[in-house]
């Protein structure tokens, strides 16, 4: 008889899937939106500013801690609402064992999860990839005019800024694009100009405003080691937060496993049953 109801039972659980996709997309969706609305949101309570003085707006400290915490806190309200939503939606297993059902209801939680990772991961590649290339695009259209520019114009603009605004030699070529490009080669191979080029750049400065050679290089040391401070910070500040974000993922899935283990335990009816179970026997055995 035990043989025959245990028959039954394997069959009936290989007449029902595993997985219930229309309650994982669901889920997805729902922690989805969820996270576009709280990034919103985010954005419109100033976390997307930063003021670097202390006392003026949001220090570059309060506002790295303060970002931190809200991306944990947005994945865990969205990751536990949508792994809710998968756990309750699934199709009733009719026949499958009480440890088999709260694995695949974590398991519910967890798919949900990662689908949504994965949609929210697309969703903002796709305009990050639009205005990378119209960068491009824009950037090939005025090199035919001009020099480009970018971050390393205002370190270039510091070096050739005259001692004397009345200094000769105003008419010769502008050594700008020149500059700007071997500074960006060196500090795109490594941390540092090399010593030919500080040299040829200390020269170009003593010409270009006037100084002398010792005054031209002590500029180019403190140009150079501003640009260093700043690529620094910069590479300390997208440490931060990738691991603030790291951190955030790993208690979203933990947030959405949990909450789909209890939207699974209360679609069955089976959730506390447990807890007061047990309660209830240690009750009786005291007595």
């Known amino acids: ?12 659980e290989l007449s029902i899937a595993g997985v219930s996709w229309a309650a994982v997309l669901a889920g997805a969706a729902a922690s989805l939106s969820i996270t576009l609305v709280l990034i919103s949101f985010g954005v419109g309570m100033g976390f997307a500013v930063v003021s670097p003085w202390g006392n003026s707006g949001v220090s570059a400290t309060t506002f ?11 994945a865990m309200l969205s ?5 809710y939503l998968a ?11 009480s440890t088999e059902v709260q694995f695949r209801d974590t398991a519910h939680g967890f798919l949900a999860w990662a689908v949504a990772s994965v949609l929210g991961a697309m969703l903002l590649a796709s305009p990050a990839s639009s205005l990378i290339g119209g960068a491009l695009g824009g950037a090939t259209q005025a090199a035919a005019t001009s020099a480009a520019s970018g971050p390393m114009e205002g370190y270039v603009d510091t070096l050739l800024r005259p001692n004397d605004p009345n200094a000769q030699g105003q008419n010769a070529s502008d050594p700008r694009p020149e500059l700007l490009r071997l500074l960006t080669s060196d500090f795109r191979s490594g941390n540092d100009v090399n010593p030919a080029d500080r040299t040829y750049v200390a020269k170009v400065v003593a010409a270009r405003t006037g100084l002398s050679q010792a005054d031209a290089e002590k500029r180019v040391n403190d140009v150079v080691i501003q640009v260093k401070a700043d690529l620094d910070s910069a590479r300390k500040a997208a440490m931060q937060t990738a691991i ?12 959405a496993t949990l909450a789909a283990m209890e ?3 209360l679609r069955d009816g089976t959730w506390g049953r447990k ?3 047990t309660i209830a026997q240690t009750s009786l055995a005291r007595n």
């Not at 790295?64 to 947005?74: A, D, E, S």
């Open 1 to 12: 008889m035990s043989e025959a109801i245990t028959t039954q039972q394997e069959a009936s």
């Open 64 to 74: 790295k801690i303060g970002t931190g915490l809200f991306f944990i806190v947005m």
């Open 79 to 83: 990751s536990s609402i949508g792994g």
């Open 87 to 97: 756990g309750r939606l699934r199709t009733k297993w009719v026949g499958v064992h």
């Open 244 to 255: 603030w974000l790291t951190l955030s993922l790993f208690i979203g899935a933990f947030s």
């Open 263 to 265: 939207g699974g335990g």
């Open 275 to 277: 807890n007061r179970a």
